[in-house]
């Protein structure tokens, strides 16, 4: 059974197209979680400290931001900022957008997480003299992180699928490349089921990797040998 | 670039509209994903293999692809197989089925939180399946997903500019349209926001509300 | 540690993308040295007869080609051509996102205060998309207006929304797809009675379909103007608003192409007609001034 060889010409027009797409979604996302990371530990400390006025600042930032949507964000900086004589490129954009608006969430759970490391643990840091910056370095993270890392770790599978948001704001990502292919070649439903195997394929091993690493730090909570 | 009130004041009315039908499908689409998290909660608690693993297979697909994708896929490919369902429908249908997925894992996370006592207390009462269900598992499982329950139906409101590429005239498509009119950007786009802002800030407060006076 | 060697990073790849965003706004230089340089910038909206991406990927359309060989003479030979949708045409360019349209974008008032325009390229009255049979008996905008029920579809942004507002059809039996390709597939599911776009771009979807379920709704009543007679529509290449060198280069070069007779040549390569071709003393200010 001989392959058409048009059919073989589209199929690697289809791929090369999609692959274009694929890596613009997987750059946008690497540069966005490091915005989240960043912006989350900043505002997560910043809602910990004891002025009231920083932990006021940190508040609105969250409120606001968790009150109007990514996509909001991201029209915002991409049409309304110029306006202001700020002309940031559509990947700064979406980076920004989308970093900023899931530092909001990640924030929350950063804090969520320092706050429960015990006051036990506190008070004998106190008691052993120890600096704030080593403390925090050596005691206090390393006891939150298995805390923090399941919820973000499915903010970036979160993250990486609202990349996808991005296609309206002009970014050549793995929506868009499907919807300009469509637009070319016809063919909806096929390009809109391979778009969504796409994305899955991204997204399901980090959501697994999650799963097997939260299951691993829980398990250790409730006394089990992994 | 100046912001012109006058103008900002007179879309008013139009940006309503859309904001209309942002809170009609999101209150519709909510109530579909409830239904639908239940149901894939029950499924994935069955004791048939067969439902379990279809439950999951449905629970990892739609929380592992884009919401954005699954609607253009229910808006544009469904008719080719025959099913043409109104922009609407197609809307709360999407994200009924999407949001449905998350609720799932937060309805199962609640009724294994049900301690096992209440279990087996109503099989000694001898309680028959859906009587158990209905009246001792459910409504305890029920209190501490309420806070959880607002987070999506939050979420789920500000997912909604999302409905405009499937043509529903919702907030986002109003402002959309005027700054593509009249191209004008900061009247339309920040009045859309304060919209946003205006409902998504006070249903927070009123679940953090309801979730403090349920502790009391 | 490693929580100091990320933080680091991220420090440097912010300041990276602040420099970046800080040299973007660098004020526009004047376009005929950018393009004699470095090559210019022209947004489209992948549309056909216009620009638009062949099946071999590579752009192509009537817009394309009249834009190289308008910019050629000009020692202006690199064009590069970003995809956006329609309606982020205008203010992509508003904001400097791109150096010009290369899309099909008509003259109307409202978008000549934002960017400026090249001298009419073509002239275009609208046309419609039925069903095979136009069962509604739709040939004009105040037909869809009659018929309460019709829902018309169009793109955001268009020209063909106000015209639509104007001619008294609903804003609720206005659908609007960001796409044509959309607003034609949504006739095709029923979601809509007609689509309503500039003819070129109709004879382009028609043909890119190549169905039997769906035709052009003939004969088709143009909008009349204030004596009842019909009005055209001009497409024009949008410029930005604060170059005039470069936009007086553009349009002597346009005329050039259309007086040697090469401007028809290629529209006839995309289905064009010499009826299209706009009065040859007509400019772009008369049109932004109607």
């Known amino acids: ?226 | 670039m100046n912001f012109d009130y006058a103008f900002a004041w007179s879309i008013v009315p139009e940006l309503f509209q859309g904001l209309l039908v942002t809170v009609q499908v999101v209150v519709l689409g909510f109530l579909l994903a409830v239904v639908m998290g239940l149901v894939l909660a029950i499924a994935q608690l069955s004791a048939m293999t067969v439902i379990r693993r279809a439950s999951s297979g449905y629970l990892s697909f739609f929380r592992n692809t884009p919401l954005m994708v699954q609607l253009y896929v229910l808006f544009f490919a469904l008719p080719l197989a025959g099913i043409t369902l109104p922009a609407l429908s197609t809307g709360v249908i999407g994200l009924g089925l999407y949001y449905g997925a998350y609720i799932a894992e937060a309805f199962r996370g609640a009724i294994e939180g049900v301690p096992k006592g209440q279990w087996e207390a109503a099989r000694a009462l001898d309680f028959d399946s859906s009587t158990t269900w209905q009246r001792i598992v459910l409504p305890q499982a029920l209190k501490p997903m309420l806070p959880v329950l607002g987070n999506y139906l939050i979420g789920m409101f500000k997912e909604t500019p999302l409905l405009a590429v499937i043509t529903i005239p919702e907030l986002f498509q109003a402002a959309k349209q005027i700054a593509g009119m009249t191209y004008r950007y900061n009247e339309p786009y920040t009045v859309m926001a304060l919209m946003f802002l205006a409902i998504s800030v006070p249903t927070s407060l009123l679940f953090k509300y309801i979730e403090r006076r349920s502790h009391v | ?290």
């Open chain 3, 1 to 290: 540690m490693k929580g100091l060697k990320l933080l680091s990073l991220s420090v440097a790849l912010g300041s990276a993308l602040l420099l970046n965003a800080v040299f973007s706004v660098s004020a526009m230089a004047g376009l005929l040295e950018k393009g004699r340089s470095q090559g210019l910038t022209a947004g489209i909206a992948n549309e056909q007869p216009y620009a638009y991406i062949g099946t071999d990927g590579k752009v192509t359309g009537a817009n394309v080609e009249i834009l190289q060989a308008i910019l050629a003479p000009l020692g202006i030979n690199k064009i590069e051509t970003p995809i956006t949708e329609f309606g982020s045409l205008v203010p992509g360019l508003a904001a400097g996102r791109f150096d010009l349209i290369g899309a099909g974008l008509f003259i109307n008032t409202a978008r000549c205060k934002v960017i400026g325009y090249s001298n009419p390229v073509t002239r275009s009255g609208g046309a419609f998309i039925v069903k095979a049979g136009n069962p509604l008996n739709l040939h004009s905008l105040k037909d869809v207006a009659a018929n309460g029920k019709a829902r018309l579809a169009t793109q955001p942004g268009s020209n063909q929304v106000q015209e639509a507002k104007d001619s008294g059809i609903a804003t609720g039996n206005v659908v609007l797809f960001d796409k044509d390709t959309e607003a034609l597939a949504a006739l095709e599911a029923g979601r809509v009675d007609v689509v309503y776009f500039p003819d070129a771009e109709i004879i382009g979807l028609l043909k890119k379909a190549n169905s039997p379920t769906i035709e052009r709704a003939l004969p088709f009543n143009q909008i009349p103007d204030a004596e009842g007679k019909p009005t055209w529509n001009y497409h024009a290449y949008g410029l930005p608003k604060n170059d005039p060198e470069f936009t007086q280069a553009f349009n002597e070069q346009l005329a050039k192409l259309r007086a040697s007779g090469e401007l028809l040549k290629i529209l006839q390569k995309y289905g064009y007609t010499e009826n299209e071709l706009p009065p040859a003393d007509i400019t772009a200010e008369q049109r932004c001034n109607r």
């Open chain 1, 1 to 226: 059974m001989f392959i058409d060889p048009s059919a073989v010409e589209t199929a690697r027009f289809i791929a090369g197209q999609l692959a274009h797409g694929a890596l613009v979604t997987l750059q946008i996302t690497f540069f966005a979680q490091i915005v989240v990371v960043v912006m989350s530990f900043v505002i997560a400390l910043m809602r910990l400290s004891p002025w009231r006025a920083v932990r006021w600042v940190a508040t609105v930032y969250v409120e606001i931001l968790r009150g109007i949507s990514a996509l909001v964000l991201l029209f915002y900086l991409f049409f309304i900022l110029p306006l202001f004589g700020i002309s940031l490129s559509p990947m700064t954009t979406g980076v920004l957008g989308l970093g900023l608006t899931f530092s909001a969430y990640g924030s929350e759970i950063v804090r969520s997480a320092l706050s429960n490391v015990s006051q036990g643990q506190r008070d004998a840091l106190r008691a052993l003299d120890f600096d704030s910056v080593t403390a925090f370095r050596r005691i206090v993270l390393p006891q939150a992180l298995p805390f923090m890392l399941p919820p973000m770790g499915n903010q970036l599978v979160e993250l990486l699928k609202t990349t996808s948001l991005v296609s309206l704001i002009t970014l050549t990502d793995l929506t868009f490349a499907g919807g300009q292919l469509i637009t070319t070649l016809g063919q909806q439903t096929l390009i809109w089921s391979i778009v969504l195997v796409c994305y899955f394929v991204m997204a399901w091993p980090l959501s697994w990797l999650v799963k097997r690493y939260e299951l691993r730090v829980t398990a250790w909570r409730q006394g089990n040998t992994v």
